[in-house]
């Protein structure tokens, strides 16, 4: 029995030894070489100090090394907390300070980034694993080589299903990301879940289009392990040149492909489907964000013997709900449902009084799941306010996530997603707080006010606009104030408009209109 998530790698060392469990860049690590690897990493863990479920990041893009980082980590008893290698310097810091990070698995390309970040002081980091030797000041280094030396044996571990297993940052409504505690359960609880509602098998080949910071991921890092299927890391450098990746497909044989809907519309696109092969796919897998239907259309009819599933649910739950579209799927005037219920999880739609809404009536969405998150790492106060407990009989308690989205049943019992309750939003298949935004554009001492909307651009994708108030509209200066917040937000959270405004519109209580902000008025004059 699987009890733990890096059980799996055991399980598999043994019954499939040489199957290629992760694949990137031409190299393969079969399970047999990542059960060695992972358990040598977590030997020279544990030779560090590192105690029961401290917390390690993973700060790295796709390579094959990080599989070994993340079940190495987990085989210690550690928790993983992957970061993003691309976000800001400020950003990495505050997750480092923030969990008390004091290692990382690194790869030599973060090599100067990881010395800036120690030399600063302003963060616990001291050691980072994977980089050549050659310690800087007081940053100690250990080299792949030098891990490979540490005994390959599974080490003992007191860790149960309810430790923490991984925790993924992500956006805050104060401009602060948040951490997501998960434990063994509940990732255990997701591979199990999606593998038998998609029939995952050991002769599947699963495509890891997202990083390993996007939930998504753990599609591919903990159902593919599950099962003894293999994973093929995409590099970064074919995501974001998506008329290479068909080619790819075919290549790798692929029969799994997960990512947000905007990946689809860019292979959709930019990519020539014609040329190639893709009969090995047997599922595509979107979610994240709404895909526009006439796009979801168009690419069925190319890939016929594919199944299509819109996949929802926030990283809080990992999945909660999923809508296997039908082959003659032909609606492109309206959103594509969520769909059902997932495997063990329960849904409830109430009002503001949490009371249950009746049919048909919106309502915001709470979900009771296996999968659920623990709660916020070191937020007491959001999970607080994150969580709702039923009790449907004297002594005895569900808990449901708040999800924050207004959702409604039709009469055929499948739910639809309505908006978002409070400012948060799904873009480029990231979560965001539109106030974290809004807050790397306030703080600058050139801007007086800001405000951030979501809006459809021309081509019906999504957008963000920021519309700015400057305390001298003569001496602003646009591109620096988009400089100042690329210090400070993720690239998927930079807007795609900056808007200048002499006067906010208002409500009666003198707040800003944004409702007013997302139709054109004669205040506005785009930069």
Not at 43 to 68: F, S, T
Not at 162 to 185: E, F, N, Q, V, W
Not at 269 to 288: A, E, K
Request: glycine content about 8%.
């Amino acid at each position: 029995m699987i009890a733990l998530i890096h059980h799996a790698i055991a399980k598999q060392a043994i019954a499939r030894p040489g199957q290629p469990a992760f694949r990137c860049r031409g190299e393969s690590l079969t399970y047999a070489q990542l059960f060695t690897r992972s358990n040598q990493l977590a030997h020279a863990l544990r030779e560090l100090g590192l105690k029961p479920m401290e917390r390690v990041g993973v700060l790295m893009g796709k390579q094959i090394e990080m599989p070994i980082a993340t079940y190495g980590i987990l085989a210690a008893g550690c928790c993983y907390v992957p970061i993003d290698p691309n976000a800001t310097q400020s950003r990495i810091e505050f997750i480092l300070q923030d969990c008390g990070i004091t290692t990382v698995i690194a790869s030599e390309a973060k090599r100067k980034l990881v010395e800036k970040i120690v030399t600063s002081g302003s963060t616990p980091l001291r050691r980072a694993i994977g980089l050549l030797a050659g310690d800087a000041g007081n940053l100690r280094t250990l080299p792949w080589s030098e891990v490979e030396r540490f005994p390959s044996s599974l080490p003992s571990c007191e860790t149960v299903e309810d430790d923490l297993a991984y925790i993924m940052y992500t956006s805050g409504s104060t401009g602060a990301p948040k951490g997501l505690m998960h434990t063994h359960r509940s990732g255990l609880a997701y591979a199990r879940y999606s593998a038998d509602l998609y029939n995952v098998g050991p002769d599947d080949v699963l495509g890891n289009h997202a990083p390993l910071h996007f939930d998504i991921s753990t599609f591919e890092f903990l159902t593919g392990p599950f099962v003894g299927a293999t994973s093929v890391l995409i590099p970064e450098e074919d995501t974001m040149f998506p008329a290479g990746l068909p080619g790819l497909i075919e290549r790798e044989r692929l029969t799994f492909w997960y990512s947000v809907p905007l990946a689809l519309v860019h292979l959709l696109t930019r990519g020539d489907l014609l040329d190639v092969n893709l009969t090995s796919l047997r599922w595509v897998l979107f979610g994240g964000e709404p895909f526009p239907p006439k796009y979801l259309h168009a690419l069925m009819q190319l890939l016929p013997k594919a199944r299509f599933c819109n996949v929802y649910g926030p990283s809080e739950v990992n999945q909660c709900t999923y809508y296997h579209v039908p082959p003659d799927f032909s609606d492109t005037s309206g959103a594509v449902p969520l769909g059902s219920a997932w495997p063990g999880a329960r849904l409830l739609l109430v009002n503001e009084r949490d009371h249950s809404v009746e049919p048909g009536e919106p309502g915001e969405l709470l979900v009771s799941s296996a999968t659920c998150m623990q709660g916020y790492w070191a937020r007491p106060d959001l999970n607080e306010k994150a969580f709702y407990l039923e009790e449907p009989w004297p002594g005895f308690r569900r808990r449901y996530y708040r999800t924050g989205d207004i959702a409604r049943v039709d009469s055929q019992g499948l739910l639809h997603f309505l908006g978002r309750k409070d400012r948060q939003i799904k873009i480029r298949g990231y979560r965001l707080e539109l106030d974290e935004v809004e807050a790397a554009f306030a703080a600058q001492p050139s801007i007086e006010e800001a405000a951030a909307i979501a809006a459809l651009g021309e081509d019906g994708e999504k957008q963000i606009r920021v519309f700015v108030l400057p305390r001298s509209a003569a001496a602003f200066e646009p591109a620096e104030a988009l400089l100042k917040a690329r210090t400070r937000l993720p690239s998927y959270a930079l807007p795609d408009r900056l808007e200048v405004v002499a006067v906010f519109p208002r409500t009666a209580t003198g707040k800003i209109d944004r409702a007013k902000l997302s139709q054109p008025h004669e205040y506005v004059r785009p930069v």
